[in-house]
């Protein structure tokens, strides 16, 4: 996908309903608004449906003096006075007969030009524009700044990732490459294209995070972003994937560790390692334009970020980790577990927060100093459980390996249309495979959609991020 490409992201669960409403099947045309979050970046701007409002016929869709349908002056009214208040974009979507192409009439042209400059200064200069469906296609046009940007495509996430174009001459053209033949045969040279054009980050890369980042690599995802602020030490050695000895004297970070394994593993990648903590708003920033995250790291602080990364841009996530569980007395082993969450943005589609996995109290004693984190201890306070866990690389392996192939099936499009992405937990000392339902709390902040929810904010609201200490900030040019 071109740099500075418009692309709208939409639930599947949206994009269904907003299809049942303009097709009923009385081949007439219909209307939608799609409230949208905004996130932009340097790979270009995405709107984000938050909110598909649906266009009630002859009450807020009707005949038009100079087309034939358009939204009543109240409708509009009502819902671009929400988007301001919100700080989010308009777009409003009709249908044409079309299927697999499809593209907007003068008539259509002639009526953004006409309204869509002063919509845009009464949503307080966030981007409005419009949508047109046909069956198996979307065009899009969407006034940024001043200026009409055409969309690239639509992105319906679900369990199946599906790229919406205006025409099938835009979809991205297969790769003609020896090394891949053996994947074009399950998926198509169009699906390895799919995969090239996508972006993937990565969050911890010890064990867990290094196996991850090397498959990926492999499978030929063009871009990655793997995030982790530690060096490689002799007691990771065993565990991360293409770690040397060499890497523990020079004390290399992971990240650069799991460059030199992704670019031996596809040499056209383009690999941004980020050697920082996701914890840090500037670093987790670079994750808001990932088509998928994973995150492979042990503090509740990155479960939080990422919880709200894939939320709040609608983004799936794919979360891995191994427990061994010892006794405190006698320190025997009494459970060893791998254990496997996929966290889709939707409902019950495994929101962290929902399931119990960001518990506040956890969160406050790793944000504790070091000293009071002694003091806590003392005083009995259960502190943190992690930092020295066993662990074998064999563990990170099942669950990981889930991941990417989950990941496989979702973005090539080969996952059954009624699969469930549930929870798994491998218990390895009795060798049983556990599903694990998704709990989802009607009001949650993060996945619930209410009005107090981050679920497709974008750039709007604010990431659960730390702020860095004032001597970490990069020194600047003082003046003089
Ligand atoms: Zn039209
Ligand atoms: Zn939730």
Same mark, same amino acid.
């Given at each position: 996908?071109?740099?500075?490409?418009?692309?709208v992201?939409?639930?599947?669960?949206?994009?269904r309903?907003?299809?049942?409403?303009?097709?009923?099947?009385?081949?007439?045309?219909?209307g939608?608004?799609?409230?949208?979050?905004?996130?932009?970046s340097?790979?270009?701007?995405?709107?984000?449906?938050?909110?598909?409002?649906?266009?009630?016929?002859?009450?807020?869709?009707?005949?038009?003096?100079?087309?034939?349908?358009?939204?009543?002056?109240?409708?509009?009214?009502?819902?671009a006075?929400?988007?301001?208040?919100?700080?989010?974009?308009?777009?409003?979507?009709?249908?044409?007969?079309?299927?697999?192409?499809?593209d907007?009439?003068?008539?259509?042209?002639?009526?953004?030009?006409?309204?869509?400059?002063?919509?845009?200064?009464? *949503?307080?200069?966030? +981007?409005v524009?419009?949508? @047109?469906?046909?069956?198996?296609? =979307? %065009?899009?046009?969407?006034?940024? &700044?001043?200026?009409?940007?055409?969309?690239?495509?639509?992105?319906?996430?679900?369990?199946?990732?599906?790229?919406?174009?205006?025409?099938?001459?835009?979809?991205?053209?297969?790769?003609?490459?020896?090394?891949?033949?053996r994947?074009?045969?399950l998926?198509?040279?169009?699906?390895?294209?799919?995969?090239?054009?996508?972006?993937?980050?990565?969050?911890?890369?010890?064990?867990?995070?290094?196996?991850?980042?090397?498959?990926?690599?492999?499978?030929?995802?063009?871009?990655?972003?793997?995030?982790?602020?530690?060096?490689?030490?002799?007691?990771?050695?065993?565990r991360i994937?293409?770690?040397?000895?060499?890497?523990?004297?020079?004390?290399?970070?992971?990240?650069?560790?799991?460059?030199?394994?992704?670019?031996?593993?596809?040499?056209? *990648?383009n690999?941004? +390692?980020?050697?920082?903590? @996701?914890?840090f708003?500037d670093? =987790? %920033?670079?994750?808001?334009?990932? &088509?998928?995250?994973?995150?492979a790291?042990?503090?509740?602080?990155?479960?939080?970020v990422?919880?709200?990364?894939?939320?709040?841009?609608?983004?799936?996530?794919?979360?891995?980790?191994?427990?061994?569980?010892?006794?405190?007395?006698?320190?025997?082993?009494?459970?060893?577990?791998?254990?496997y969450?996929?966290?889709?943005?939707?409902a019950?589609?495994?929101?962290?927060?929902?399931?119990?996995?960001?518990?506040?109290?956890?969160?406050?004693?790793?944000?504790?100093?070091?000293?009071?984190?002694?003091?806590?201890?003392?005083?009995?306070?259960?502190?943190?459980?992690?930092?020295?866990?066993?662990?074998?690389?064999?563990?990170?392996?099942?669950?990981?390996?889930?991941?990417?192939?989950?990941?496989?099936?979702?973005?090539?499009?080969?996952?059954?249309?009624?699969?469930?992405l549930?929870?798994?937990?491998?218990?390895?000392?009795?060798?049983?495979?556990?599903?694990?339902?998704?709990?989802?709390?009607?009001?949650?902040?993060?996945?619930?959609?209410?009005?107090?929810?981050?679920?497709?904010?974008?750039?709007?609201?604010?990431?659960?991020?730390?702020i860095?200490?004032?001597?970490?900030?990069?020194?600047?040019a003082r003046?003089?």
């Open positions: 996908m071109a740099q500075n490409s418009l692309i992201r939409i639930l599947e669960a949206d994009y309903r907003v299809l049942q409403h303009l097709f009923p099947g009385d081949n007439d045309e219909h939608t608004i799609l409230i949208c979050g905004v996130c932009r340097d790979r270009g701007t995405r709107l984000l449906v938050r909110r598909a409002v649906i266009a009630a016929e002859a009450v807020d869709f009707v005949e038009s003096r100079r087309g034939y349908r358009e939204f009543s002056a109240r409708f509009v009214a009502k819902w006075t929400y988007c301001a208040r919100h700080g989010l974009a308009y777009l409003a979507v009709h249908n044409h007969g079309s299927d697999e192409r499809v907007f009439s003068r008539n259509d042209l002639e009526s953004h030009a006409r309204a869509y400059p002063s919509l845009q200064g009464l *949503i307080k200069g966030k +981007p524009g419009a949508l @047109v469906f046909g069956r198996r296609s =979307a %065009a899009g046009r969407v006034l940024i &700044d001043g200026k009409f940007q055409e969309m690239a495509k639509m992105t319906v996430v679900g369990s199946r990732v599906l790229d919406l174009y205006s025409h099938p001459a835009k979809r991205p053209k297969g790769l003609d490459d020896g090394m891949y033949d994947q074009f045969r998926f198509g040279n169009a699906g390895q294209a799919i995969l090239q054009g996508l972006k993937v980050g990565f969050i911890g890369l010890g064990g867990g995070g290094s196996l991850l980042n090397e498959w990926i690599s492999r499978l030929g995802v063009g871009q990655t972003v793997p995030v982790d602020p530690d060096i490689i030490k002799k007691h990771n050695r065993p994937v293409g770690s040397l000895i060499s890497d523990v004297r020079t004390k290399r970070p992971k990240v650069e560790v799991a460059k030199r394994v992704a670019k031996q593993a596809n040499p056209g *990648i690999c941004e +390692p980020i050697f920082d903590d @996701v914890v708003e670093v =987790a %920033a670079r994750l808001r334009d990932c &088509d998928a995250i994973f995150l790291g042990d503090t509740y602080a990155s479960r939080q990422f919880n709200r990364v894939v939320h709040q841009y609608l983004i799936p996530g794919f979360h891995v980790g191994a427990r061994v569980a010892v006794d405190e007395e006698t320190g025997a082993v009494t459970s060893v577990r791998s254990e969450r996929v966290v889709m943005p939707n019950k589609g495994g929101c962290l927060d929902c399931c119990g996995l960001v518990p506040q109290e956890k969160l406050r004693l790793e944000t504790l100093s070091d000293d009071q984190k002694r003091a806590q201890d003392y005083l009995g306070v259960e502190a943190l459980d992690e930092l020295a866990e066993p662990s074998v690389i064999t563990l990170n392996v099942l669950s990981g390996a889930q991941a990417v192939n989950d990941f496989l099936m979702m973005f090539t499009g080969l996952f059954d249309g009624s699969v469930k549930y929870s798994q937990r491998h218990e390895l000392t009795t060798r049983r495979l556990y599903t694990v339902g998704h709990i989802s709390r009607s009001k949650c902040p993060v996945c619930s959609g209410t009005e107090v929810s981050a679920l497709a904010m974008g750039d709007e609201v604010r990431l659960p991020c730390k860095r200490p004032i001597q970490e900030r990069p020194l600047r003046a003089r």
